[in-house]
Each structure stands twice: as C-alpha cells, then as structure tokens.
C-alpha cells in the first residue's frame, strides 16, 4: 500500500498541490491543506475500483477536501487577509526551477512570468467555487465529461461554462496586472 | 470568422495551462504522510469501539439491576438512557461513515451533504444548549423539593439549594456555553460554505 501510495504521489503530487493552491492563498494553511488531501487520498486508494480513471479519481478526492477546508476556515482569519504578502514568496520558482529556466528566459521576463502567475491565482481565487472547479480542471488538462463527473454538473453545462468563464478570468487578470501597476507606479 | 476566434480562444487556453502548470509545488514526505494517515484511521477505529463499549455500562445495568432494591422509576430512566445512547452512538457511526465514504462524490454531491451534515450539527448543539438549562432548573429543583418533602429546616434546605446552585454554576454553564459555540460554528460554516457556492441559506 505504502509503495503504491508513494508511485501514486510522485505521479500526481504536483497536481494535488495545484488544487490545494485554487483554495488557499496562505502557504503555511496551503501545506497543511495538501498533507491533509495526500491523507484523504492515502484512505481512499483502496476502494480505487478503475471506474474512472486515477486522475479523476483523485481529483474528486482533493477538491472535496478543499470544500470542507472552505467551510472550515469560516472560524479562522480571512487568509487572503494576509496572502498579499504571502503570495509573491510562496510561487517564487525554486532555485533550481530558476537556475532550470535561466538559458531560456531572462531575470526580466522570469519576473513578468511570476507576475502574471501571481495575478492568474489570485483571479481564479476571486471566481465562485464551481468556476473555479471547472476552470482549474481545464487548465489541467481534463476533457468536459471528466469535469462534468467531477463537478457533478453535465457536461454540455461544462463546455457552456468554460469559454465564458476563461474571458471572466482574463478581465479579471487584467484589472489585477493594472491594480498592482498602479500601486507600484504610487511607490 | 469562426476559425479565428477559436484559434483565439484556443491561444488564451494554452497560455492559461501553460502559466498554470508553472506553479511550484510542495516537497511532502509521503512516508510521513502515510504513516499520519494510518493514525488517523486508527484513532477513528478506536473513537468507533469507544462509541460502542460506552453503551456496555447502561447494558450490564439494566441487566443487573435488583428491581425490588430500587425504586421502580428508575428502572425506565435507565432505559431511557440505553435508548438515547443506542441512537447517538448510531448517529456518530453514521457520521463517520460519510466522512470516510463521501470523499469521491462529485463535487455538489459532497457539498450537499456536508451542508446537511454541519446544519444536522448545529441542530444538535442547539437542542443541546437548551437542554443544558432545562436540566440545570430541573437539577435545583428537584433537590430543593426533595429536601422540603424530608422536612427539613429552613437553613439546611437553604444549604441545598445553594450548593445545588453551585453544582449549576460549575457543570452545566460550561456546558452552555460550549453548546452555544458549537452551534455558532456550525450554522456560521454551513452558510460559508453554502454562500460560497452560491447556494442561499436557510440562516439568511
């Protein structure tokens, strides 16, 4: 179970973190809320029955586990209250993404890449829970009828949903990117 | 005309992936992890025998019990007691059945019944809040009648209800007002949750 759970991981770690990042701002409450859903996945690996497929399967398992962080946080601060300061540090690439990227990419345009990372998050942190669901999920690479069982909304619902969800995003990223352009001039 | 639109559309999407899959990701001990999670269904496993071997007491009473030594009202009052529990440790083995089995719902699915399960919760501590001054009253009373009833002289029966007050004070405020929180957060999650959503609420 153990070895299985550890193959499982290093396949879909990374995605996994991704779901806990659509949920939370604060990286310290981002761990804990990843480590949880690795748990919840560690449970619920045995019933894996090959339904669906794992992907899916493991993302049904994180995305209900960030709802009940949701309504958990109700009782904690606002952290997006303090995810302004936050943010900028915690999706810095690692040193070694960095040192990865450097041939391709110079210092100038990493910092606009980081930027514009940081004002997607925060915009598709400010979109409703079931946006936020299916458009994550499409950046994921998943097709509608994955969302749709995912979701549990249909997948005709799905398909109307994400061209008009990714122009709410991309009006929202623009008034983000302007907002942080103006404080700085303001600086 | 289409064409260049879903060519448009298609460049937004890639790029949204693209800037998407950028994002850096945690480095978590997974043995850890499963170590953690093996704990975890273990402490569930034993809250669930507790759950249950908390029912043996009031079984081996009304099992055991000499029903010409004691008084008859209290052999239904035990029973009463058996059945309530019998109920609660139902409903808690029933609670951590959803929670176990619920996590590959879809999504609305899992909400839905989450929003049911904390509205259920905050019910409980409600009934419980109230129930907490019912017996309080019900505990003074019930002491101070008994000691009128035995005669006794104003002062001693004066003594009762006072440490009888005191008995109230100490148990059953605490319980008050830790019934009252719970129902507080309870209700204020479920319509977090509820409004986030987008879902109306029964509490708006």
């Known amino acids: ?187 | 005309m289409n064409t260049k639109s879903d060519t448009r559309a298609s460049e937004i999407q890639d790029s949204f992936e693209a800037l998407w899959q950028e994002q850096s990701s945690f480095n978590v001990d997974f043995e850890n992890i499963a170590k953690q999670a093996r704990l975890q269904r273990n402490k569930q496993r034993l809250y669930m025998a507790v759950d249950v071997l908390g029912l043996v007491p009031l079984v081996m009473v009304m099992v055991l019990i000499d029903e010409n030594k004691y008084a008859a009202p209290i052999i239904p009052f035990f029973f009463i007691n058996l059945i309530a529990g019998i109920v609660m440790v139902a409903y808690f083995i029933k609670l951590r059945s959803i929670s176990a089995f619920s996590s590959t719902k879809a999504t609305s699915d899992y909400a839905e019944t989450l929003i049911k399960q904390l509205r259920n919760n905050a019910l409980i501590s409600r009934i419980n809040k109230h129930t907490s001054w019912i017996v309080a009253i019900a505990v003074v009373a019930f002491l101070t009648i008994d000691g009128a009833m035995r005669d006794y002289d104003y002062q001693h029966l004066l003594s009762i209800f006072a440490r009888s007050f005191g008995l109230v004070l100490v148990i059953f405020v605490p319980w008050y007002i830790w019934s009252k929180r719970r129902q507080l957060r309870f209700e204020n999650e479920a319509s977090k949750l509820a409004s986030a959503l987008g879902l109306t609420t029964q509490h708006e």
């Open chain 1, 1 to 187: 179970m153990s070895e299985r759970f550890n193959t499982v991981m290093k396949e879909y770690g990374a995605l996994l973190s991704r779901v806990a990042t659509t949920y939370e701002a604060n990286e310290a409450i981002r761990q804990e809320l990843y480590q949880e859903i690795c748990m919840a996945c560690w449970q619920a690996l045995p019933r894996f029955n090959e339904d669906a497929s794992l992907k899916t399967y493991l993302l049904k398992i994180a995305h209900n586990r960030c709802i009940s962080h949701v309504a958990k946080e109700a009782n904690r601060i606002k952290s997006s209250d303090i995810s302004d300061t936050t943010e900028n540090r915690s999706h810095d690439p690692d040193p070694a993404e960095a040192s990865r990227t450097a041939s391709h990419l110079s210092v100038e345009n990493q910092i606009i890449q980081s930027q514009k990372l940081s004002s997607l998050l925060t915009a598709v942190r400010e979109l409703n829970i079931t946006n936020r669901q299916i458009i994550t999920l499409s950046m994921e690479g998943c097709g509608n009828k994955e969302i749709a069982e995912i979701t549990g909304l249909t997948a005709n619902n799905v398909g109307v949903s994400i061209s008009r969800i990714k122009s709410e995003l991309k009006n929202k990223m623009t008034s983000i990117e302007s907002r942080v352009n103006a404080r700085s001039v303001k600086k």
